[in-house]
């Protein structure tokens, strides 16, 4: 192999076969990206002690790892789908079955943020409806949350 061509093609590959850029992936890939870190940023931020979290409709206690992330208003609202007003930890019953317990989960969050705020979020999802978030937020949101999520994986 010559002298001169390995470097060149080193840094070449590197690149190639490096971390892709978020400014390249699509749209469904960002929206993956950043469910995985709010999803996660849910989880550890409302945890009762560490590992274990409290399902917000039901009160009962689970393990983190099994305890999913609920929303008050459907994800299919884009708008709200990253809210953290809109977004809790919930336990597979009530997030699948039970269809994520609106009325309770509604009732736990006016006594939490305040009627006012839960009509906000409300107005918000009304007026966009299932409308996209722009790519640029979606990839701004997604670094400011790895971010934030830095300090729960020390
Ligand atoms: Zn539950």
């Not at 690149?15 to 469910?35: F, T």
């Not at 809210?83 to 699948?96: A, H, T, Y």
Request: proline residues 4%; aromatic residues 12%; contains cysteine.
């Amino acid at each position: 192999m010559s002298f001169y061509k390995k470097p060149y093609h080193t840094k070449c590959n590197m690149k190639v076969h490096g971390r892709r850029k978020l400014e390249d992936l699509d749209y469904q890939s960002l929206v993956h990206k950043l469910d995985k870190e709010v999803g996660f940023y849910i989880k550890k931020t409302f945890e009762v002690m560490p590992g274990v979290s409290r399902c917000y409709t039901c009160k009962t206690l689970h393990d983190t790892k099994e305890i999913q992330w609920g929303h008050f208003i459907s994800r299919r609202y884009y708008a709200v789908r990253w809210d953290l007003r809109n977004s809790r930890p919930q336990c597979r019953g009530c997030n699948g079955p039970r269809s994520g317990e609106p009325m309770k989960f509604r009732q736990y969050l006016v006594e939490d943020i305040g009627e006012e705020c839960v009509k906000d979020l409300e107005s918000i999802a009304m007026m966009n409806g299932e409308r996209n978030m722009p790519r640029e937020t979606i990839i701004e949101q997604i670094k400011t949350y790895k971010g934030l999520n830095r300090k729960f994986k020390e």
